[in-house]
């Protein structure tokens, strides 16, 4: 199993600002994702990162609001561009075992609240 | 669109009671389903899953879970809870053979409170 290091675990930030999350996974995976929980609701994919190329973005999240960077097979950052109150979530970077096809491993999650 | 439902949002059950927290899913192909927990200050993990074969499966610390193909559910259980089963359980979908992570998609996930 992966084991996944996330920071900062928590911040609040200010309106219009940006936060950069950081993900260290201690093992060479090809895929890292990441994953938003807004309050009372599911986690969902915004988007997944594959080293060496652009990040694959789903349905209703965009680049120049969640830049992602994947600078080698063990790291990748989140940025939260331009934020406002609603930004304010759970933010969760995971990676797949490739002899667990589907099954995630997370980090512990950065608890962003923006005021 | 595929979807998961959890049918509870918070449970609350005294130590011993018997557990089952419920998952339907909607999608008619082939699918893999897990169950992950979050005990309180640690991150999410797995605690079963099925991919194929005995739709009854077992995963860490007495849990298992049905699939129930034809109800499109997969519900868990668990006979006797206990204190530290405290956590937030979240069911998943992976849609399609063989996919990815990519294509897992969650529920909004029960919390279970468990009093001594």
């Known amino acids: 199993s992966a084991v996944i290091s996330q920071k900062p675990s928590r911040d609040i930030c200010q309106r219009g600002t940006s936060l950069t999350i950081q993900c260290q996974v201690d093992s060479q995976v090809t895929m890292m994702f990441w994953y938003r929980q807004q309050p009372g609701q599911s986690l969902t994919l915004i988007a997944t990162a594959n080293q060496g190329s652009e990040a694959t973005y789903e349905s209703g999240f965009v680049i120049d609001k969640f830049p992602i960077s994947r600078p080698n097979l063990t790291f990748s950052t989140l940025t939260v561009s331009n934020m406002s109150p609603e930004d304010s979530s759970i933010y969760l970077c995971s990676v797949e075992d490739v002899s667990r096809i589907g099954e995630a491993f997370f980090g512990q999650g950065t608890r962003l609240t923006v005021v | 669109a595929q979807s998961v439902s959890q049918h509870n949002h918070h449970v609350i059950l005294s130590e011993a009671a018997s557990l089952e927290l419920g998952c339907n899913y909607s999608?008619?192909?082939?699918?893999?389903l897990f169950w992950y927990v979050q005990y309180p200050g640690q991150h999410l993990q797995l605690l079963l899953k099925?991919?194929?074969?005995?739709?009854l499966v077992k995963g860490i610390k007495g849990f298992e879970a049905e699939f129930i193909k034809s109800k499109f559910s997969f519900n868990l259980r668990k006979p006797s809870v206990q204190w530290s089963d405290t956590a937030e359980y979240f069911c998943a979908v992976n849609v399609g053979y063989g996919g990815s992570q990519g294509n897992l998609i969650f529920g909004k996930g029960t919390k279970l409170s468990v009093k001594p």
């Open positions: 099925y991919f194929s074969g005995d739709p």
């Open positions: 999608y008619g192909g082939t699918v893999n």
